[in-house]
């Protein structure tokens, strides 16, 4: 009875110590900031030719240290019209605004780069989809 005793306390204090180790590992991942969008893409649908082209995509700092967008880098046919520049204490939201230039007839399939203070998500990309149709002559 008391190997049996004491293999099962050791077990019991191995089991703690697991679940301490991945509790404080939980601890550690949740530190610091992290950022959370409400969309990843944004699809325009059909627009015409010099339609409005501008995408606003919303994000929140989940985390527990302030979020910075250190920069956001547009692409061809993309401007990055303004995005949140001070940091974000935790639970507060802020937004990147993009401008797709609806003068390029085709289908749109952009991507925009955001980069991050977020230890998990240092670098996200936001997607741009739709198509722009010819305005019609009348």
Known sequence: ????????????????NNDFEKQSNRIRESAGPKIEFDKLEHDYGSLTEGDNG??????TNTGQEPLIITKV?????VTVLDWTKEPLVPNTTGFVKLQYFTSRIGTINKVVTVSTND???????????????KKSEE
């Open 119 to 133: 230890p998990e998500n240092p670098v996200i990309q936001l997607k741009l989809r739709g198509e722009v149709r």
């Open 1 to 16: 009875c008391m190997l049996t005793c004491g293999i099962l306390t050791g077990f019991h204090a191995t089991a703690q």
């Open 54 to 59: 501008e995408a606003v995509f919303s994000f």
């Open 73 to 77: 880098h547009g692409c061809c046919g």
